[in-house]
C-alpha cells in the first residue's frame, strides 16, 4: 500500500480518536442542568428527546463512546508504524519501525487525545454533547449487546468491593459531597460555604422528624376567647404564628398568626368586641395543616409553599403531636438561624463547657451527641451514638429508661453522667467526666413524688 494512504488513514483515525476522545470526556464531566438548558435554547427537532435519553444513562452512553475510541487509538498506532516501514523502503515492519511508529502515535494521541478534549470537555462539554448527540445516541444503540457485559463486570465488581446497592441520585450526592470536601481541604471554599453546600445536597434526604421542633419544646396557646388571656400569651411566648389546642396538644385546632389579631384589633372594639361582635378564637386562627415525621421537608417546602402557610404540625404514626415544622426551619436547614420578627434575637445554641483541669464537661441536655463528642475529645472520652436518640438529654433518657431526677448519676460505656437540673418531663443540664472501673448506677429516691425538683428557670 502506498505511504501516502497510510498517513491519510493516520491522520482520519486521529480526528476520530480525537472526537471519540473529547466526547467520552465531555459527558464524564457533564453538568445535567447546564445541557438541559442548551436543548431548551437551541430547540432542535428532536433535541431535547435525545438529551433525555443521554441523561438517561449517562455512564451507558460515555462506554458506548469509549468503544470506538479505542479503534481509532489502534489504528492510528498501527497505520504510523506501516507507514513509517514503507518510507524506510522496509519489506515488513522492523522492531525500529514499531518504536518510532508507537512513539509518534503516542505524543500525537497526548495531544489530540487528552490534552485537547480535556480543554475543550472543561469549557464547552455540554455544547459538545449536544452537537454530537446523533452521533452517542448511534454508538450507544451499536453497542446495546456489549452494554450487557459492561454492567455485569460493574456488578460483580461492586459486589466485590462490598458496597450496597445505591442508585444514582445517591451516587451523585456521595460525589459531590467528595468534591466539596477537596475543596474545602484547598482552601476554595470556607467552612460556612462549604457546610451551605453539604446541607444543600442533603436536603433531598432530611425528614422532617430531623428539623422539626419536638413536642416538649412547642409553645402553643389554649383555647380561649379572652382576649386579655390571648394577649397575655402573645406577650409570654414571642412568636408570630402561635398553634391553639384544646385539652392538650393533641388536640390542635388552629393556628394563629399575630397579624390576625392586629387586623381584627383595627377598628374600635373596647372590651374585646368589634361591631358589637366579641373576640372569637376560633374564628380569627387559621387550620392546621397536619403532615407525617417521615414527610421529606423537600416535599413538606413544596406544599407550604404551594398552600401558602408557613407552618405545619407534625403527627406521629398514632395520631398525636410530635412536633411541628415551618419554612423557617427549613430554610434555616440551609442558611442557618433566622430569627422570626418577634424573636429576641439572644436565643444561643446548647452551652457545652469543658473543665480541662477537673476533667469534666457541662453541658445543656438540648446538645447534639455529635458536638459534645466533638467536645469531650480533648478529655479522652465521648457518648457512645445510637439511632434511638439525638441529643444529650435524649442519651439519658434511653439509657436510664425514664425521666431521671436532679441529682442522679450513672456510668454508661466508660462516661458517668450526672444530673444537674431536670424538669418534671426532661432533662435541661448535666455534668460528664471519666468513668471509674466502679462506676455502677445509682438508685433513684425511694419516693420519686417527694424529691422531683419544681420546673427550672
Known amino acids: 500500500m502506498s505511504p501516502d494512504l497510510w498517513i491519510v488513514v493516520a491522520i482520519a483515525a486521529l480526528a476520530g480518536g480525537a472526537v471519540f476522545s473529547t466526547l467520552f470526556q465531555s459527558l464524564r464531566d457533564l453538568s445535567r442542568a447546564a445541557l438541559e438548558e442548551i436543548a431548551v435554547i437551541r430547540n432542535k427537532p428532536n433535541g431535547s428527546a435525545r438529551v433525555e435519553q443521554i441523561l438517561g444513562d449517562v455512564d451507558g452512553h460515555a462506554t458506548a463512546i469509549a468503544l470506538p475510541r479505542i479503534v481509532c487509538t489502534l489504528v492510528v498506532a498501527i497505520a504510523l508504524v506501516l507507514w513509517i516501514s514503507n518510507i524506510r523502503g522496509e519489506p515488513s515492519p522492523t522492531p525500529i519501525d514499531g518504536f518510532l511508529g508507537v512513539g509518534v502515535a503516542s505524543l500525537l494521541l497526548w495531544l489530540f487525545g487528552v490534552v485537547l478534549p480535556t480543554a475543550i470537555a472543561r469549557h464547552a462539554g455540554e455544547a459538545t454533547v449536544y452537537a454530537w448527540s446523533p452521533v452517542i445516541r448511534l454508538a450507544y444503540i451499536l453497542s446495546r449487546p456489549f452494554q450487557a457485559v459492561a454492567r455485569v463486570m460493574d456488578e460483580a465488581v461492586r459486589r466485590l468491593s462490598g458496597k450496597g446497592d445505591q442508585d444514582e441520585a445517591e451516587a451523585l450526592q456521595d460525589e459531590i459531597l467528595s468534591v466539596v470536601e477537596e475543596a474545602s481541604e484547598e482552601g476554595q471554599f470556607d467552612r460556612v460555604e462549604r457546610d451551605m453546600i453539604e446541607a444543600v445536597v442533603k436536603f433531598r434526604d432530611k425528614t422532617v422528624a430531623q428539623v422539626m421542633t419536638p413536642r416538649i419544646d412547642i409553645e402553643a ?174 442519651f439519658v433518657t434511653v439509657t436510664l429508661g425514664r425521666i431521671p431526677l436532679k441529682g442522679e448519676s450513672f456510668a454508661a460505656d466508660g462516661v458517668r453522667v450526672t444530673v444537674l437540673m431536670a424538669e418534671p418531663t426532661r432533662v435541661t443540664r448535666v455534668r460528664i467526666e471519666p468513668a471509674t472501673p466502679s462506676s455502677i448506677p445509682e438508685p433513684a429516691p425511694a419516693n420519686p413524688d417527694e424529691s422531683r425538683p419544681e420546673s427550672e428557670p
Do not use: C
Open 221 to 394: 396557646m389554649e383555647f380561649s376567647n379572652d382576649l386579655s388571656e390571648v394577649a397575655k400569651t402573645i406577650r409570654n411566648v414571642g412568636h408570630s404564628r402561635i398553634p391553639v389546642y384544646e385539652g392538650d396538644l393533641d388536640h390542635i385546632v388552629g393556628i394563629f398568626y399575630v397579624k390576625d389579631l392586629m387586623k381584627w384589633l383595627a377598628g374600635d372594639h373596647a372590651g374585646g368586641s368589634r361591631g358589637g361582635r366579641t373576640f372569637d378564637l376560633r374564628a380569627v386562627a387559621r387550620p392546621a395543616l397536619f403532615v407525617p415525621e417521615t414527610k421529606t421537608i423537600r416535599e413538606l417546602l413544596t406544599e407550604l409553599l404551594k398552600k401558602r402557610v408557613h407552618i405545619a404540625i407534625v403527627a406521629d404514626e398514632f395520631g398525636g403531636t410530635a412536633g411541628l415544622v415551618t419554612i423557617e426551619d427549613i430554610v434555616e436547614e440551609v442558611f442557618g438561624d433566622i430569627q422570626d420578627e418577634y424573636e429576641s434575637g439572644n436565643d444561643e445554641s446548647p452551652e457545652i463547657k469543658v473543665l480541662p483541669a477537673q476533667r469534666t464537661a457541662e453541658a445543656d441536655a438540648r446538645a447534639y451527641i455529635d458536638d459534645v463528642n466533638a467536645e469531650l475529645r480533648s478529655l479522652g472520652i465521648e457518648i457512645p451514638e445510637s439511632e434511638d436518640y439525638d441529643t444529650l438529654g435524649g
